[in-house]
Nanobody
Framework: EVQVVESGGDLVQAGGSLRLSCAAS????????VGWFRQAPGKEREGIGC?????????YYVDFAKGRFTVSSDNSTNTVYLDMNNLAPEDTAVYYC??????????????WGKGTLVIVSA
């Protein structure tokens, strides 16, 4: 059974940093893609970044993530991380990870986690 489970959400002060984890199971990291997404109150879900077995590194859906957010993976533990720094209140959102078993970094993931809440206070 394919599962992706997020963890690490917290309440943080503006300017702080946070690491989110996506623990994956039920598929091989030799053929996969895992992406990070978020949905802020009143807004649509947006992609942040993705890592796949077919790419040499992370792919970022939006420009802001390239400098401030980092997607990485630890294949030995089947974990994909989202490192966030210099957080601002507008980063407040539910953060999701999703898995695509055809190793495609696009928003239409096959499996989704239930999300982890990040709140950034001013």
């Amino acid at each position: 059974e394919v599962q992706v489970v997020e963890s690490g959400g917290d309440l943080v002060q503006a300017g702080g940093s946070l690491r989110l984890s996506c623990a994956a199971s039920g598929f091989s990291f030799d053929d996969y893609a895992v992406g990070w997404f978020r949905q802020a109150p009143g807004k649509e879900r947006e992609g942040i970044g993705c890592i796949s077995s077919s790419d040499g590194g992370a792919y970022y859906y939006v420009d802001f993530a390239k400098g401030r957010f980092t997607v990485s993976s630890d294949n030995s533990t089947n974990t994909v991380y989202l490192d966030m720094n210099n957080l601002a209140p507008e980063d407040t959102a539910v953060y999701y990870c999703g898995a695509h078993l055809a190793a495609m970094c696009h928003p239409d993931m096959d499996y989704w986690g239930k999300g982890t809440l990040v709140i950034v206070s001013a």
